[in-house]
């Protein structure tokens, strides 16, 4: 398993942006497969957006709920998993979670299901609020 440290969640009034980011132990990211979920305040973990690579190329997914907002990717040397979040809303408030999976995962249907990624980081709490 890789340890997975997740930063970047802060306060944030709606309609504002944040950056998260999530880092191996400061190696590079070798997984085929990583993910942001979330946890809002009572509500059971939930996919947000995933990224598979290929030989060649890399796929992103998103969950409807984000799609136009949140943008899932890497730095070119694949050290650090990142999460943009513009247009934030309250909604949006939630525990983040980076995961990692050990053999690559593709199609919505599978990158979104909690039990395709062996490593989880602790979280980074996000807050959006007036």
């Known amino acids: 398993q890789v340890q997975l440290v997740e930063s970047g969640g802060e306060l944030v009034h709606p309609g504002g942006s944040l950056r998260l980011s999530c880092t191996a132990s400061g190696r590079t990211l070798s997984s085929p497969t990583m993910a942001w979920f979330r946890q809002p305040p009572g509500k059971e973990r939930e996919f947000v957006a995933a990224i598979s690579w290929s030989y060649r190329s890399a796929t992103t997914y998103s969950a409807d709920s984000v799609k136009g907002r949140f943008t899932i990717s890497t730095d070119n040397a694949k050290t650090t998993l990142y999460l943009q979040m513009n247009n934030l809303k309250p909604e949006d408030t939630a525990d983040y979670y980076c995961?990692?999976?050990?053999?690559?995962?593709?199609?919505?249907?599978?990158?979104?299901?909690?039990?395709?990624?062996?490593?989880w980081g602790q979280g980074t709490q996000a807050t959006v609020s007036s």
């Open positions: 995961a990692a999976a050990t053999k690559p995962v593709f199609g919505l249907e599978y990158v979104s299901s909690r039990n395709k990624y062996e490593s």
